[in-house]
């Protein structure tokens, strides 16, 4: 709990008070960068996840068709 010395005047206190805000404020913005670059992370995790799945399933395509082929021939 923040409270004023015996010592301290007004100003000394809210300067301190003020230097605390200031900081809580800095923090703040930095968690929600900080949030916003994890959710741009993602998405392009999600991105190449996707990319990913569809290039694997064209190529399961493609072999199924390579193998249809070739039975095909070896008839």
């Given amino acids: 709990m923040l ?3 015996d010592e ?3 100003t000394d206190f809210s300067g301190k008070l003020s230097h605390l805000v200031t900081q809580i404020r800095n ?6 960068e900080e949030i ?6 993602l ?4 991105e190449k ?3 990913t ?3 694997a399933t064209i190529e399961e395509v493609l072999l199924q068709g390579t193998m249809k082929a ?3 021939e070896g008839m």
């Fill in 8 to 10: 301290e005047n007004m």
């Fill in 53 to 55: 799945l569809l290039m």
């Fill in 27 to 32: 923090l703040g913005e930095k968690v929600e």
């Fill in 36 to 41: 916003k670059e994890e959710k741009a992370h």
């Fill in 70 to 72: 070739q039975i095909g």
């Fill in 43 to 46: 998405a392009k995790t999600e």
């Fill in 49 to 51: 996840t996707e990319s």
């Fill in 3 to 5: 409270q004023m010395g």
